[in-house]
Structures are given as structure tokens and as C-alpha cells.
């Protein structure tokens, strides 16, 4: 098999994460006694993150809030680690609102946004979280609760979508979630039905995008729907601008270009196959010619995380002639942010066994592993990143294929092969890092009875490292209390 050593994609690792992987004697006797797959979190790194959203804000004198996303994972250790600052969380489930109160939130540091049933209102509006509302149907049912449990008025915010643009179109993709801009002033007839039970506290969207522009776009329309809501007698104070701000998954933007360029090639027939089966990721070749769009997550980015956010507040409004930093200032509006996937950045990692190395027919090696592609679900989520072979030890560079531990023609951690620094062995360790932000437990399930990973916290402790389980983490452990 021909090995590209400049097909790696290694990832960025850093922090706690790497003092960590520099143990993998450790990690090794870790997963010996606790399984595999085994995830790792890191809770202090959610506060030292969420710190640099925070600069953002500060740079831009904005005040505001940010709420962890808690839907990127259900680690009980990382939710504490965030109660533990500054910052607030978004639920979006009963589950997950019962499990950031038994953390220690109080309901004035909670946003309750997504889908929501009759028990999820109930309990959101009895802690006084504020609700961030999918609908009028929503806002009634709410206030219908408010009224027969005669709770105190709940902070409510209208969730937006379908923005139009004035002027160039920019495309505004259309969402199953939230009140279309046009439609706002239904929302806000029911809110002057109940000005005594629910409180307008703001406007909000979520947009699952990584363009700037049609986010900037629905900044604006928020600021137009604030607005109309002023016009209309209510007292607004808030825009939140929910998730999105993504991750840097990368060390090295040549390896990202030249893989992204490569995969092309291949896919054309004019090197040999980089994936499984030829599978172009949305690229095909038609009569020689690449058609398609290359369908995966960015996973070099320059801008991602809190650079986005201020790039974002830095986009200069072409309707209403400024930064949307300085017309939300200038408004005294705040703004408030859900990261998920931004606040989890390297607050993770997911190490799996290698049980298996065989070759095929055709010469391609797959490597099986004791875990699989629900476990480990960045290839779920279009990001393209190698694990980090563990021990280090010499020798030439391997492109293989990781399969997983399911009967599953299809259960592959990755579609495409990975270029490892040496062939690996049964008995070493994969450790794929970064998986903190729903690449660990979101789509983790027990299919074919099949374990799933339990989860350990990290953190510093006398000079090098400590563990416990998820569920023993309490902020204060360790040498940093
Ligand atoms: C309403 C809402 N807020 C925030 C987020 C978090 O997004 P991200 O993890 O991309 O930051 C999501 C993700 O689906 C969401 O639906």
C-alpha cells in the first residue's frame, strides 16, 4: 500500500489535554481497569474558555452572558465545572435542566431553548430559567402554567428565523425551529394577552452555520425585532445569538489544504483512493470532471470560537451603517451567546483499544478498535481529524482504516484512512482528541449490547495530573482549588 505521510491530519492538542497523552503508560493501565472506549474531560478548561468569550465582550464593552450548550455532552464533571464561574447553561430538556440544578445552578443562570414539553416548561418556569420560546403555541402554553400554578412571570425570549436581507440577497436558510421574522408581531400580540405572566426579556436566534454573513444578518433582524417589540410598548434588554462559533480541530493548515486538494484528486481516479470505497464526501467525478461540494466540517479554521464571535460583532451592518458591536451598545442591549461546541474546545479526548490489525485482499489495513462510530462521532459530524497513536515508539508511517467493534458493514470511525506516525498493534491506544463537543456521548448507544465509555475527569493535581470518575468531580479538586 503507497503511504502518504503528507495525508496526516494531526490534531491540535493542548493544555491539560497533552501533559495527559505524554502518560500513556497511565492511560493505558486507566483503560485496563475501566474499559474502552474511555473519555476523558477536562472541567477546568470549560471556566478558562468561557474566560475568553468573556474578553470578547470586554473588548467590545459589551455586557451580557454566556450559557454552555449543555447538549454538546452530558458529562456531569464538565456542567460543574461551568457552575463553578461565570457562566450560565442552556438546557434543551427536562433531563438536562434536572441535571444542571443538581449541579448546583440556580434557575437565573439558566436558558431552557429547543423543542419544549408541558413538564420541561414547568420546571423551567418554577426555577425562574428564562424560557427561550419556539413558538407562539409555546408562549401560551406557558403562560397557561404560569396562570394555574400562579408562579411569579417568566423571562421569556422569542426565538427568530427567516431573515430577509435588504439590498444583495444573502441566502437564509430555513429552520424547523423559531417564529420567522415576519410573523413576530403573533408573538407579540400573545405577550401583551399575558404582560402579567411572561416578561419579555429579549430576541433570539441559533443558526447551524458557520457563514458570518447570514449570521450577521440575523443580527440584524434581532436588532429590528427589538425594535418593533419597543414600538409595541415592551421592554426588551437582550439579544441572544445562541451557538456556532465552532472549533479549530487542526495543528497544521498545509496538512488540511493539501488533504482537502488530494481527496479531489483521488476521487477523479488520479491517485489512489484516500477513503473507503472511493467515497468523495460529497465530491464525485462525473465524465472527469469533480461535481459536488466537498460536504465536512472546516476543521482548520483560522477564525472559530471567541475570534468568530468578534469577527461577528466586528461585521459592519450594511442597512443600519455600523458594527453590530456598536449598535448593541449603543442600544445598551445585551448579548448573550450559547456556545457548545466552542466552550468544550479541548476539553476532551476518547481513547479506545486496538483489538485488531489485518489486512485485505486488496492490501488495505483496517485497524479495529474496542469502541465504535457511535462512540466516537466526529466522522458523524463531517470532521476530519487522526487519532494520536499511543506509545510513541519508531518506525515508518501506516495509512489505515479504523473500524469498529459493531457487526456493521458500515461501522467505520472514519470513511478515510488515517496516517499513523507507526503501524499500530493490538494492545495500543487510539486517542481521539477534542471529542468534548458531541463526539463523545451524543450518539453514544448500547447497539449489539455493546458497552459505552464511561467518562473520568481530569485535572491538575501537584504538579502533574489526577483522575476521578465523571460523577465524583466537584469543583475544588485538586491543586488549582
Ligand atoms: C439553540 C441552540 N443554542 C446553541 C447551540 C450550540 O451550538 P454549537 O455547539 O454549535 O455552539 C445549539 C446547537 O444545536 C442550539 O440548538
Known amino acids: 500500500m503507497r503511504v502518504d505521510p ?69 458529562s456531569s464533571a464538565l456542567v460543574r465545572g461551568v457552575v463553578a464561574g461565570q457562566c450560565g447553561v442552556d438546557v434543551a430538556s427536562l433531563g438536562e435542566l434536572r441535571h444542571v440544578l443538581a449541579a448546583g445552578f440556580t434557575g437565573d443562570r439558566l436558558m431552557a431553548t429547543g423543542p419544549k414539553d ?52 444573502i441566502l437564509s436558510r430555513p429552520s424547523r425551529f423559531g417564529v420567522h421574522a415576519r410573523e413576530l408581531d403573533v408573538a407579540l400580540d400573545l405577550l401583551d394577552r399575558h404582560r402579567d405572566r411572561l416578561r419579555l426579556r429579549g430576541v433570539s436566534y441559533h443558526l447551524d452555520t458557520t457563514g458570518v454573513e447570514e449570521k450577521a444578518l440575523a443580527l440584524e433582524g434581532c436588532l429590528l425585532a427589538m425594535h418593533r417589540a419597543l ?15 465552532g472549533v479549530n480541530y487542526l495543528a497544521d493548515r498545509d496538512q488540511w489544504e493539501r488533504y482537502t ?45 471567541p475570534r468568530y464571535l468578534d469577527e461577528l460583532l466586528s461585521w459592519e451592518s450594511p442597512s443600519l451603517g455600523r458594527s453590530l458591536a456598536v449598535l448593541l451598545l449603543e442600544n445598551m442591549y445585551e448579548l448573550y451567546i450559547e456556545p457548545g461546541r466552542g466552550l468544550t474546545d479541548q476539553c476532551g479526548a476518547t481513547l479506545a483499544r486496538v483489538v485488531e490489525v489485518r489486512t485485505t485482499h486488496t492490501g488495505d489495513t483496517l485497524v479495529r478498535v474496542a469502541a465504535n462510530s457511535r462512540d466516537i462521532s466526529a466522522e458523524d459530524h463531517a470532521v476530519l481529524m487522526d487519532p494520536v497513536l499511543l506509545p510513541e515508539r519508531p518506525g515508518a508511517p501506516a495509512s489505515v482504516y479504523l473500524t469498529g467493534n459493531l457487526c456493521l458493514e458500515d461501522d467505520f470511525l472514519t470513511r478515510r484512512q488515517v496516517t499513523l506516525p507507526r503501524p499500530p498493534v493490538p494492545g495500543d491506544l487510539l486517542a481521539f482528541v477534542n471529542t468534548a463537543g458531541y463526539f463523545m456521548d451524543f450518539a453514544a448507544d448500547h447497539a449489539l449490547m455493546q458497552p459505552i465509555a464511561r467518562t473520568v475527569a481530569v485535572y491538575r493535581d501537584a504538579g502533574g495530573w489526577s483522575w476521578c470518575l465523571d460523577e465524583q468531580y466537584w469543583p475544588g479538586k485538586g491543586s488549582s482549588s
Open 261 to 305: 486538494t488530494e481527496l479531489g484528486t483521488a476521487v477523479l481516479g488520479r491517485r489512489p483512493p484516500m477513503t473507503w470505497q472511493n467515497h468523495g464526501y460529497g465530491l464525485r467525478s462525473e465524465a472527469g470532471t469533480l461535481r459536488g461540494t466537498l460536504g465536512v466540517y472546516p476543521a482548520y479554521r483560522e477564525v472559530a470560537g
Open 6 to 74: 503528507e495525508l496526516m491530519l494531526e490534531p491540535l492538542v493542548d493544555g491539560l489535554l497533552s501533559d495527559v497523552l505524554a502518560d500513556p503508560e497511565r492511560l493505558s493501565v486507566m483503560v485496563e481497569a475501566l474499559g474502552s472506549p474511555l473519555n476523558l474531560v477536562v472541567p477546568e478548561r470549560m471556566a478558562a474558555n468561557a474566560e475568553t468569550y468573556r474578553d470578547v465582550f470586554r473588548r467590545n464593552r459589551l455586557s451580557g452572558r454566556t450559557y454552555f450548550a449543555h447538549k454538546a455532552n452530558r
Open 231 to 245: 414600538e409595541r410598548g415592551f421592554a426588551p434588554t437582550a439579544i441572544d445569538i445562541g451557538g456556532g462559533f
Open 118 to 169: 408541558a413538564e420541561f416548561l414547568w420546571l423551567a418556569a418554577r426555577v425562574g430559567a428564562v424560557v427561550n420560546a419556539d413558538s407562539p403555541a409555546e408562549l401560551a402554553e406557558l403562560a397557561d402554567i404560569v396562570a394555574r400554578f400562579e408562579m411569579p412571570p417568566v423571562p421569556v425570549m422569542i426565538r427568530i428565523s427567516g431573515f430577509d436581507s435588504a439590498g444583495v440577497p
